[in-house]
């Protein structure tokens, strides 16, 4: 999982002067998935009404919060992430920002918070990631990562909603998430600690679904593995997600991974992998997946916005590990080369996947 930067990091950065240089200066070649701040932050409020006034940038920085905030005390907040991506020709481009909108609305509707219109969500977006563009990384060295969040910032004592909600997005340039880059990963299959229970908040992307998995993936890594795997907490027979992104096995010309039931949750990358797939030909099921499927798959890898297309190299479960292809002529492969093609401009979008921010 990527680690926070130290807090007198941010004190430099908070500090110095923003240039009109193309890119800040910056070591681009050993970025990872880690908080560098940028420039600039976007806050909106919603007013009693639950109407959003009009937003605006402000210095990227701390901000007031009351200590009775919904947010705080009861974890009403959501987030999302995208990216922003360097095209060779140095313009700058977003990937399906609208689907990160919506999802941020069903979201929104689960917890009880007024959320901004697609509109609004898109050109607060953009404005932010113009704001920060010189943080937005040279072609093929990262992406700048925009994190939309909405929360109860309104006091509250009892049970229930806050008066008043903040929309803020803040951005950092990220290069991969896993520590050991392109090295396919291995996961441990986790039958204690679950991610998410039928009825709760798997299937948005509520703050509250991320600090459960801390003491499992923190096990794990204690163990050498990458990451976990996290079975479905009513019968602990089927496999989920990861700790931060959705999960595909191959088995011949068959790609399958969970459906969205609640538990799940709905991936952009999942989502643009299901119909990569499909236009290659490869047959897509969205089902309930058994841990036996998993164990006999020839190919596993998991999809996310923060990890990409990442291939599994193994899964242990009750200490017995089974091993996947990986690398050059494997299916996750060619779909990575095609998605991140897509994302950074060097395969043409026929599918209106991507908007150039300008
Ligand atoms: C993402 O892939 O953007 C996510 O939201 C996962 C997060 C835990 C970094």
Redesign the pocket.
């Known amino acids: 999982m ?1 680690s926070a930067q130290s807090s007198s990091t941010h004190k430099v950065n908070e500090k110095r002067s923003i240039g009109k240089e193309k890119y800040a200066n910056f070591d681009w070649d050993n970025l990872g998935f880690s908080l560098t701040p940028t420039d600039y932050m976007y806050i909106m409020k919603s007013n009693k009404d639950g109407n959003f006034s009009k937003g605006s940038l402000t210095p990227y920085g701390t901000f007031e919060i009351s200590p009775a905030a919904a947010v705080l005390n009861y974890g009403q907040g959501l ?4 990216k922003a991506y360097r095209k060779e020709d140095g313009r700058i481009q977003l990937f399906r920002v609208e689907e990160n909108a919506n999802r941020m609305k069903m979201g929104a509707e689960r917890l009880l918070m007024p959320s901004p219109s697609v509109e609004e969500f898109v050109n607060a977006v953009k404005q932010t990631v113009l704001a920060n563009k010189r943080w937005v990384p040279p072609y093929g060295k990262g992406s700048l ?1 925009i994190r939309p969040l909405l929360m109860g910032s309104g006091g509250v004592l009892g049970i229930g909603p806050a008066p008043e909600c903040t929309f803020l997005i803040f951005t950092s340039p990220i290069g991969i998430w896993y520590k050991d880059g392109s090295k396919p990963k291995s996961l441990l299959i986790e039958d204690g600690l679950s991610r998410a229970a039928p009825g709760g908040t798997g299937g948005v ?1 509520s703050i509250t679904n ?1 600090a459960p998995v801390f003491e499992a993936v923190n096990e794990a890594k204690a163990k050498g593995f990458t990451d976990v795997l996290f079975l479905d907490a009513a019968t602990g027979k089927y496999i989920e997600e990861v700790s ?2 959705n999960v595909f096995i191959v088995k011949g010309n068959i790609i399958s991974t969970p459906g969205i039931q609640g538990t799940i949750l709905p991936g952009i990358t999942r989502k643009s992998v299901i119909e990569l797939a499909l236009d290659f030909g490869y047959q897509v099921e969205e089902r309930s997946i058994p841990v036996e499927d998993v164990i006999e798959a020839d190919e596993v890898f998991c999809t ?4 990409g297309i990442s291939p599994v190299s193994s899964i242990t479960y009750k200490n017995k590990r089974a091993k996947y292809k990986t690398g050059a002529k494997s299916v996750s492969q060619k779909l990575c080369e095609t998605l991140t093609g897509i994302q950074s401009g060097c395969i043409k979008d026929t599918k209106g996947w991507t908007v150039l921010v300008e």
Request: net charge neutral.
């Open positions: 990527g987030f999302e992430g995208l990562y992307k991320y931060s992104c996310g916005t923060a990890v």
